[in-house]
């Protein structure tokens, strides 16, 4: 039985203090703009990254490996929640709501 395709991805996990969603970059720091993320295609790297990314729990929490695609300016999210998760916390602006208003 074959496994299913490697599809790319991006690190995503909140901020342990701000609590908002954010993403790995290449440099090794973490964002809240998808768009810096890395991307990943490859699914050894991905495997460590993420588990160099769960190793900072003092930045983060709730880590985990999300599908992506390339987009024109980098990485969109293939699913409706990580693309929920771009626009921040939802009970009232602030955060990432703040600088779209």
Do not use: C
Not at 73 to 79: I, K, L, R, Y
């Amino acid at each position: 039985m074959m496994s299913p395709r490697f599809t790319p991805k991006v690190i995503t996990a909140n901020a342990l203090l701000e609590g908002d969603a954010v993403w790995l970059t290449e440099a090794d720091t973490w964002t809240r703009d998808i768009r810096e993320a890395e991307l990943i295609t490859d699914e050894a790297h991905a495997d460590l990254r993420l588990l160099e990314a769960q190793s900072r729990a003092g930045e983060v929490a709730g880590v985990y490996l999300a599908d992506a695609k390339a987009g024109a300016n980098g990485p969109e999210p293939v699913h409706f929640r990580e693309e929920f998760r771009t626009r921040g916390p939802s009970n009232y602006a602030h955060g990432k709501q703040v600088e779209l208003s």
